[in-house]
């Protein structure tokens, strides 16, 4: 068991980045939980074999979840198991069989096992490198999460028993768990695709139950069901999803915009509370994307709808996946129309209040933040003054990149 | 029954629009299927009295869909019903009931019945104006969209034939379809919205059947079900979905990034082609988010995966919705590392060929673009020519944006 490989700030292909692109619109901004470095070999899901040998191997390394809480050491790092550490849950051929095979055997009397699902590779350990069946070799450190909620399981409770013997711990309120940014990037990606196999264990086309595959990226509805015989399965009843290609067999990710609005001006923020949030607190608005809508559209429709504010032109500024459970922040900088266009008006009442602040106001909140809601302002707020995010949220990104000059591309100020 | 509005080519905030961001970024594109002027008004999906008075107004627009082909008018316009032409299908009042009562009468055994969506109001038509129950007046003519697959229903089938009859007729091409820009996005809306009901009338938590309420927006799984009885219902065994917000309750949006990706020196722009397209025909490359990543790492994901070029600095031009079935196109714009990064590789197979095209070749393309697949290509096309997606794709908006100088920010070359 190791834990965490150390800090990586940025992509290593923007790294040393003087591309047109970055000349143009500034640095690409990492959001957290968009620091990863895993290769995930999408097109490798299906091979049993590559699997099966990328998951024995002593280079892999295994991430546990239990409850969509991941296990730490140190009490704040992702604990990075070995395949000794988890066979005696996850079996010596986890990937003995193929999906084909699977499919064809399937028996919803069967208990139930731990589901395992392959992250990537990372390819910052010298020379691993895997053969797979039909696409050549694939290289790095293999990466895999498991599920190890019990629901009853003895022998899964044991287990979570046992590595608490050794010091490691479910961090069950990951939301104030801050990881390295490649640590936090394998917990969404971890979080997000449990999560979606175990809110989607019945088919939305026909009621039965389904069946994952593709190494955790599927959920299929068999044809046929052994029922507890060894040999002769039952022919189950048709389903919409075996014909052609059906978006709800894969995860799903639930885009969501969120923008920091400009006045005309370019001189003021708007920024909204909800009532549960600590005094003086605020932040850019956000929503859910509706299908039918671009980006833009759901900008103008959410800031309308929450704040009665009419925007005009809007930039998407950088992206962030957000795993609770399974979003997509798609970052916006936006400007209102000029006139009646910035009065406020909450017309779906579902802020507390929204308000024009100066970006001042702005910058300073952003320099006084501590972190999380839960933790007091620094000595040198004042009472009353405005209070933001943190870094970790793209909010907080948002609001620096308008208040160090965005919408005008002149240097810092 | 009226036809579709005439064409609106820009949203009316952008219309006049010199703001800060439109300065240092350009105009905003409206893609294709985003030109909606619908306000939708989502607070009022639930508010009965208000979705009454609005469905059953003379000023009430519906589209239908049969088998999600929408009615058309002329062959090529939307056709836009009024509440008499479709009464006979939904009933006198449609919203008589409250969700809440709806979910309290819920009846597995009840016949299947017309969805009706509420799509929103547009303000173009004088005074038209609603109260609703708890957020004023709601302005605009009011537009819904209404489910017409027979699904061997006659009332459903009889209706259709009544259709036909008066020159109405379902265009089940609609991808060869070129509708004006709101009509586009009214049909996209409505496409959307009634496909995710269609596919998902199973509860993915327990596989119990579920109900559409808020106007469309929305699935739940009722806690009782009457059974024929007229008066006292049997409780169901509990659902996952009924504790909290459960995201699986809502519409599905599939993000999907698509990306116009040059080379480090600017010169170049890396195309591929599926073997189904026609000779010469290349696309840029897209593919569709995965849970646990950002836009910016689902480019440079897909992008080596299809195509085996590694991707530095990824800035997003625009969006736009695609309602087959409900994807959200993230449009990008990218640049490739320079060097080894630049090698062609087909590493997932997924690709035919991909290959790096000159900005003349791509210049000369988009010139001669002559619309669908289909089209045979112009008289000045030469034999062997690349050949690109029409203007209704944003392949060929990003495509645009990068021949008249995206990346440099100089004026149109």
Same mark, same amino acid.
């Given at each position: ?29 990492? $959001? ?19 699997l099966q040998k990328a998951a024995t191997s002593?280079?892999a ?22 395949f ?6 996850i079996?010596?051929?986890p990937y ?20 395992i699902?392959f992250?990537?590779?990372?390819? $910052?350990? =010298? ?15 293999p990466?895999f ?54 809110? $989607? ?90 299908? =039918? ?47 009646? =266009? ?67 591309? $002149?240097?810092?100020?």
């Amino acid at each position: 068991m190791t834990s965490t490989p150390p800090l990586m700030p940025e992509h290593p292909a923007l790294t040393t980045d003087t591309s047109m692109l970055t000349r143009r619109f500034g640095k690409e901004v990492i $959001n957290y939980f968009a620091g990863s470095r895993l290769n995930r070999y999408s097109f490798l899901r299906s091979d049993a074999p590559f699997l099966q040998k990328a998951a024995t191997s002593p280079a892999a390394r295994f991430v546990a979840l239990d409850n969509l809480s991941p296990l730490v050491v140190d009490k704040k790092k992702l604990a990075l198991l070995s395949f000794d550490d988890v066979k005696s849950l996850i079996g010596e051929e986890p990937y003995r069989q193929s999906d084909a095979d699977r499919i064809k055997g399937y028996d919803s009397t069967a208990g139930p096992s731990v589901l395992i699902v392959f992250l990537g590779t990372v390819d $910052n350990e =010298g020379d691993v490198e895997f053969e797979s069946s039909e696409h050549g070799k694939a290289k790095g450190q293999p990466y895999f999460a498991i599920d190890v909620t019990a629901k009853g399981r003895q022998d899964v409770e044991r287990w979570l028993k046992g590595q608490e013997a050794k010091g490691l711990w479910v961090a069950t309120d990951t939301r104030s768990l801050t990881l390295h940014s490649e640590a936090a990037a394998m917990f969404a990606q971890a979080r997000s695709i449990l999560d979606w196999n175990s809110r $989607n264990v019945f088919c939305a086309g026909c009621g039965n139950p389904n069946l994952s595959v593709e190494a955790g990226y599927k959920r299929i509805c068999p044809p046929t069901d052994l029922k507890r015989s060894s040999s002769s399965s039952v022919e189950l009843p048709d389903c919409p999803t075996r014909h052609g290609v059906s978006n709800i067999c894969f995860p799903r990710t639930d885009p969501t915009m969120i923008a920091a609005v400009v006045s005309a001006d370019g001189q003021r923020m708007l920024l909204g509370r909800q009532s549960r949030w600590p005094p003086y607190w605020h932040s850019t608005l956000a929503g859910f994307l509706e299908p =039918g809508e671009s980006v833009e559209e759901a900008v103008r429709r959410e800031v309308w709808e929450e704040a009665g504010v009419k925007v005009g032109r809007v930039v998407v500024h950088s992206t962030q996946p957000w795993p609770y459970p399974s979003s997509l922040m798609i970052g916006a900088i936006a400007q209102a129309v000029p006139g009646a =266009g910035e009065e406020i008006n909450l017309n779906d009442k579902e802020l507390e209040s929204a308000k024009w602040f100066t970006m001042e106001e702005v910058r300073t909140a952003l320099a006084q933040n501590t972190g999380s809601m839960m933790a007091p302002p620094p000595k040198e707020y004042k009472d009353g003054d405005l209070r933001v995010p943190p870094p970790q949220a793209i909010a907080n990104r948002l609001m620096t990149a308008v208040v160090e000059g965005y919408l005008t591309g $002149n240097a810092k100020i």
